[in-house]
C-alpha cells in the first residue's frame, strides 16, 4: 500500500495535526513527488520561509511595554490563555509548517544535485537548518518539551509523536546552527538580505540566554562580535535613524525581514492610523505605555526616582535621548502637527497647513485620544501618514542585542571585566551620540558589582529594543512577569477630573529595585485603563493546543491548562 506522505512544498502545510489543510499529493499541483528537481525550485522552497510569518518577535502588547485602546486585553495580559487560543494554535502551527518544510527540503534537496553547483545545496541547506533551530528554539521557549521531528513523517507515524525533552532539542539547536555557521558566509554584498553565519551564531546567542546556558550564549555572542572586529558588524550612528527605511541598509543589523510597498509586502491603512497622531488621520491607538517612558534613565544615568533633576511636570527633558527617539514628546511638531495631548490645548499650530487648527491629539477636543498621552515616534516613517502604508523592514535581530546578551552571559557566570562594561557603554554611547571614550558626554557603566550590573543590563534591554518584541520573553525568563503583567495599565485621567496643576504626571513614580513603577500612591490623578493579570501557576509555559491532544492524545499538557 502507498503510505500518505504529508507534502508541503511551497503551499501550507503541518506535521503534526491532520485537522488543518494538508497537500496530499494532489495530482493538478507541485509535490515532494515532483519538486526539488532544479535551483529554481530549491530557491523558491527555501524563499517562501524568509517571510515575517515564520519570524516576528513576540508581541508588544504581551508586556508593559505597549497598549492598544481597542483591544484593551489579550490572553497573556488578561490571564485567560488556554489550549483553545487562537493565537496559541497559530504560532504552533507556524511552527510546525516552517519544520516539515524545512525537513522535505533536506529529504529531497539531492534530486536537483545534478543540475545544482553543490556550493549552491550546502548554502541553501544551511540556511534551511537555521529556519528549523529557530522554529524549535520559539517552540521551547513558550511552550518546553515538545515533538520533535527532523525527517519526513507518514501521517500515521506523526499521530504516535509525543513531546520530546527539551534539554534534547536544545542540544540539536545549538548544533544545528553551528553547522549552518560554517556554511553561511559572512556577508553578501549589495543589498542581499538572507541568513548569514552572523544570524545563525545571533540566533544560537539568543537562544542560549533564554534557556541560561550562559557560557553558550557569551561564546556565541562573542563569535559574532569577533564578525564587527571585521568590520562586517558596527552600531549605526543615530539611534533614531535605525527604524528607518534607509536605516534597514545599517551595518547595525543582524537579520531583518524586507517589506516593500512596491511588491505588496506591508501593512495598510487600519495598522498605520493605529499609530500615528489623530491630527495627522490616525487613530493614536497603539500606544507605549506610562510604565515604559517612566522606565528611561535621566541623563546622569539615574533612575528618576533618584534623580534630582528628573521633573513630573516636563518628564522629557533630562532624559536618556532613546526615550525622545522612541515617543513623541510634548510639545513637539510630528507629522505636520504640535503634538499637546494637554486637555486644555484646544488647538495646536500645524507645519503642514501654516496654520492653528483644532487639537484632535487633545482629549479635550476628541474623545479618543492617546488615553496613555503617549504616541510611538521609532519606526515611524514621516511619509506614513500620506501613503498610509508601512513598508520597513521588520527587524529580527540587531547588533546590540549581541553586545547585551554577552554582557548578561559574562555577568551570571560570574566573568566580570573592562569587556562586559565595554559592551554595555558601547550601547549607552551610541545614544548620546558619542563615542563610547567620551565618558564626560554620556553615563558611561563603571560599576564591576553584579547585582547592580545586571540592573542595568535589564534596564538597557527594555529601552533600547522597545516595541522590538523582546520584551516578553525577558519577563518571562527573569521570572517578573508575576510581577509585571499583575499591575494596571495607567492612562491620564478623564479631561473633566484631571488636576491641571499635577499635568502631566502627579509625581514621581517610585521605581523598585527591578525598575517596575507603581502607581498606587497617586489615586485619581491617574487611571487605570485595564487591570492586567497573570497567573504564574501556568503561564510562564503556553498550552499545548487542545486540537493537536484530540488529534494525537499522546501529546501531554503543560501544568494546571
Keep these: 500500500m502507498m503510505k500518505k506522505y504529508i507534502y508541503i512544498v511551497v503551499t501550507l502545510g503541518l506535521t503534526l495535526s491532520s485537522c488543518y489543510k494538508l497537500d496530499l499529493n494532489p495530482l493538478s499541483e507541485a509535490t515532494n513527488e515532483n519538486f526539488y528537481q532544479n535551483q529554481t525550485e530549491l530557491e523558491m522552497a527555501v524563499n517562501d520561509l524568509y517571510r515575517l510569518d515564520f519570524w516576528g518577535n513576540d508581541n508588544e502588547l504581551h508586556s508593559d511595554n505597549e497598549w492598544h485602546r481597542a483591544q484593551l486585553t489579550n490572553a497573556v495580559i488578561g490571564g485567560t490563555m488556554n489550549s483553545e487560543d487562537g493565537n496559541v494554535k497559530n504560532y504552533w502551527l507556524v511552527c510546525y509548517k516552517a519544520i516539515a518544510r524545512v525537513n522535505s527540503f533536506l529529504h529531497y534537496k539531492d534530486k536537483a544535485a545534478a543540475n545544482t553547483a553543490e556550493s549552491v545545496i550546502s548554502r541553501l541547506s544551511a540556511e534551511m537548518r537555521v529556519i528549523r533551530a529557530y522554529q524549535y528554539a520559539k517552540l521551547i521557549t513558550h511552550f518546553g518539551d515538545v515533538p520533535f521531528i527532523d525527517g519526513v513523517l507518514t501521517l500515521e507515524e506523526s499521530y504516535g509523536k509525543d513531546r520530546n525533552d527539551k534539554k534534547m532539542i536544545t542540544q540539536f539547536i545549538f548544533d544545528e546552527l553551528d553547522e549552518a555557521a560554517k556554511v553561511l558566509p559572512e556577508a553578501y554584498s549589495g543589498s542581499v538580505k538572507r541568513l548569514t553565519k552572523g544570524?545563525?551564531?545571533?540566533?544560537?546567542?539568543?537562544?542560549?540566554?533564554?534557556?541560561?546556558?550562559?557560557?553558550?550564549?557569551?561564546?556565541?555572542?562573542?563569535?559574532?562580535?569577533?564578525?564587527?572586529?571585521?568590520?562586517i558588524y558596527e552600531l549605526h550612528d543615530d539611534y533614531a535613524s535605525v527604524f528607518t527605511k534607509q536605516g534597514s541598509q545599517s551595518k547595525e543589523m543582524v537579520f531583518l525581514i524586507p517589506k516593500s510597498e512596491e511588491n505588496n509586502v506591508n501593512n495598510g491603512a487600519a495598522y498605520v492610523q493605529d499609530f500615528i497622531s489623530r491630527n495627522a488621520g490616525g487613530f493614536g491607538a497603539w500606544l507605549p505605555t506610562r510604565d515604559l517612558v517612566d522606565a528611561y534613565e535621566t541623563i546622569e544615568g539615574k533612575p528618576i526616582d533618584e534623580s534630582a533633576i528628573y521633573n513630573p511636570k516636563d518628564p522629557f527633558a533630562n532624559r536618556d535621548p532613546r526615550l525622545t527617539a522612541s515617543i513623541v514628546p510634548f510639545d513637539t511638531q510630528w507629522l505636520g502637527f504640535n503634538y499637546t495631548p494637554h486637555p486644555d490645548s484646544l488647538t495646536v499650530y500645524s507645519e503642514k497647513f501654516g496654520r492653528q487648527v483644532s487639537n484632535k491629539d487633545s482629549r479635550g477636543v476628541a474623545a479618543f485620544a492617546s488615553y496613555t498621552g503617549f504616541l510611538w515616534k521609532k519606526g515611524i516613517d514621516q511619509t506614513w501618514a500620506d501613503r498610509l502604508v508601512e513598508d520597513n523592514d521588520f527587524i529580527v535581530m540587531r547588533y546590540p542585542e549581541i553586545l547585551l546578551t554577552y554582557a548578561e552571559a559574562k555577568v551570571e557566570l560570574g566573568e566580570l571585566d573592562?569587556?562586559?562594561?565595554?559592551?554595555?557603554?558601547?550601547?549607552?554611547?551610541?545614544?548620546?551620540?558619542?563615542?563610547?571614550?567620551?565618558?564626560?558626554?554620556?553615563?558611561?557603566?563603571?560599576?564591576?558589582?553584579?547585582?547592580?550590573?545586571?540592573?542595568?543590563?535589564?534596564?538597557?534591554?527594555?529601552?533600547?529594543?522597545?516595541?522590538?518584541?523582546?520584551?516578553?520573553?525577558?519577563?518571562?525568563?527573569?521570572?517578573?512577569?508575576?510581577?509585571v503583567l499583575t499591575k494596571p495599565v495607567i492612562g491620564l485621567p478623564d479631561p473633566d477630573k484631571q488636576d491641571r496643576s499635577k499635568w502631566p504626571f502627579p509625581g514621581v513614580t517610585p521605581l523598585d529595585e527591578n525598575g517596575i513603577a507603581d502607581y498606587s500612591g497617586f489615586g485619581a490623578d491617574v487611571k487605570v485603563l485595564i487591570e492586567r493579570k497573570f497567573d504564574k501557576s501556568k503561564q510562564y509555559l503556553w498550552p499545548i493546543p487542545a486540537v493537536e491532544r484530540r488529534i494525537n492524545p499522546n501529546i501531554g499538557q503543560n501544568p494546571n491548562y
Design 199 to 231: 544570524a545563525a551564531l545571533g540566533i544560537k546567542a539568543r537562544f542560549a540566554l533564554y534557556v541560561e546556558e550562559w557560557a553558550v550564549a557569551r561564546d556565541a555572542a562573542q563569535q559574532v562580535m569577533q564578525l564587527a572586529d571585521k568590520g
Design 418 to 483: 573592562q569587556s562586559v562594561l565595554n559592551a554595555v557603554n558601547q550601547i549607552r554611547a551610541r545614544a548620546y551620540a558619542v563615542e563610547v571614550g567620551d565618558v564626560t558626554n554620556y553615563p558611561a557603566v563603571e560599576t564591576m558589582d553584579a547585582k547592580e550590573l545586571l540592573k542595568v543590563i535589564r534596564r538597557e534591554r527594555r529601552v533600547e529594543f522597545a516595541k522590538e518584541g523582546l520584551r516578553y520573553m525577558d519577563l518571562i525568563r527573569w521570572r517578573l512577569a508575576e510581577v
